[in-house]
């Protein structure tokens, strides 16, 4: 493992000795697990942000899209039973 030298201001080191004692770890573990999580999260929007775009273009390239409704019904009907039939893609305008 690399190791990395990080200042903190007193009152940050003080708030995470302070959560890390109380999760029963090491301010160290605390902070290698916190940047972890914050990693992935960022890691997951930046997927989120690239497949909502090609979404995007694929939805005005095609003039196809999900009414949100009948999104929000297949949503509900997958909850409740993972056999829900898939919508189908309605035309909302025509394609270029």
């Given at each position: 493992?690399?190791?990395?030298?990080?200042?903190?201001?007193?009152?940050?080191?003080?708030?995470?000795?302070?959560?890390a004692?109380g999760?029963?770890?090491?301010?160290?573990?605390?902070?290698?697990?916190?940047?972890?999580r914050?990693?992935?999260?960022?890691?997951?929007?930046?997927?989120?942000?690239?497949?909502?775009?090609?979404?995007?273009?694929?939805?005005?390239?095609?003039?196809?899209?999900?009414?949100l409704?009948?999104?929000?019904?297949?949503?509900?009907?997958?909850?409740a039973?993972?056999?829900?039939?898939?919508?189908?893609?309605?035309?909302?305008?025509?394609?270029?």
């Amino acid at each position: 493992m690399a190791a990395t030298s990080l200042k903190l201001p007193e009152d940050l080191k003080q708030r995470i000795a302070k959560l890390a004692a109380g999760a029963g770890q090491t301010p160290h573990a605390f902070m290698v697990d916190t940047l972890a999580r914050e990693a992935e999260r960022s890691e997951l929007r930046e997927r989120f942000a690239a497949h909502s775009a090609e979404s995007e273009r694929e939805a005005l390239a095609t003039g196809k899209t999900y009414p949100l409704a009948v999104a929000f019904d297949y949503l509900e009907s997958r909850v409740a039973d993972s056999k829900a039939k898939r919508p189908r893609t309605r035309r909302w305008r025509a394609s270029k």
